[in-house]
């Protein structure tokens, strides 16, 4: 099975393409703005040399993430998946987080948070194949204990440094600190295919407002 993958939703920017598990091209670029403008060159630089009739796959994160970056990654292969009639699958940011880094690792278990601003994290507490937690939104110090409650773990994504501060020696600290679509595409693998496009995953309203105060929608 070939599998063309894409990540948009945080602070990178990746694209993969694998095939029954072996990687045959990956780019991931470190980016906080941009991803529109990149994505398109980046999946075409990914493509070359082979067919886009040949993919079996598409995969993409569906967040939690930034509102724009969500939606740049989810528009672009929804996209693609009309032109291709091809399957979409969806899998979350702090899961793919999470499998890198008990991979990194060798911990199986892993409890990713990620900064979410206004002192909150997105959390995910993941137990080998069995997520714990489901992605949430949460005050930046209850995630920490709810890390701690959970024990011994493999630490991820960009609040780790600080949470492994005021977590035992027990708690591993991981170097992953963004998702990649590498990882979106080996977790893709494990899900069966839908007909249906997977949806943005939003757990709080976006932080731009219109005119007169009203969030956008």
């Given at each position: ?125 993941q137990d080998g194949g069995e997520t ?86």
């Amino acid at each position: 099975m070939k599998i063309l993958a894409v990540d948009t939703a945080l602070g990178g920017c990746s694209v993969a393409l694998l095939e029954d598990g072996k990687t045959l091209a990956h780019i991931f670029e470190a980016m906080d703005r941009g991803h529109a403008e990149r994505l398109a060159p980046m999946v075409e630089e990914t493509m070359r040399g082979f067919d886009f009739a040949a993919l079996d796959r598409l995969a993409v994160t569906t967040g939690p993430g930034t509102f724009t970056g969500q939606r740049v990654g989810l528009a672009f292969m929804r996209g693609l998946r009309l032109a291709l009639k091809r399957p979409l699958t969806g899998v979350t940011t702090l899961e793919v987080i999470a499998a890198s880094a008990m991979d990194e690792t060798g911990q199986s278990r892993a409890a990713v948070i990620h900064d979410a601003r206004r002192e909150e994290a997105y959390l995910l507490l993941q137990d080998g194949g069995e997520t714990v937690q489901q992605p949430m939104v949460t005050l930046f110090a209850d995630a920490i204990e709810r890390i701690r409650a959970f024990g011994p773990c493999a630490v991820a994504g960009t609040g780790a440094v600080t949470a492994k501060e005021n977590l035992g020696a027990e708690f591993v600290l991981s170097s992953i600190r963004q998702p990649d679509a590498l990882w979106v595409a080996r977790l893709a693998r494990k899900i069966g295919a839908s007909n249906s496009a997977p949806g943005p995953l939003y757990l709080r309203a976006p932080d731009a407002k219109l005119p007169g105060g009203k969030a956008l929608v």
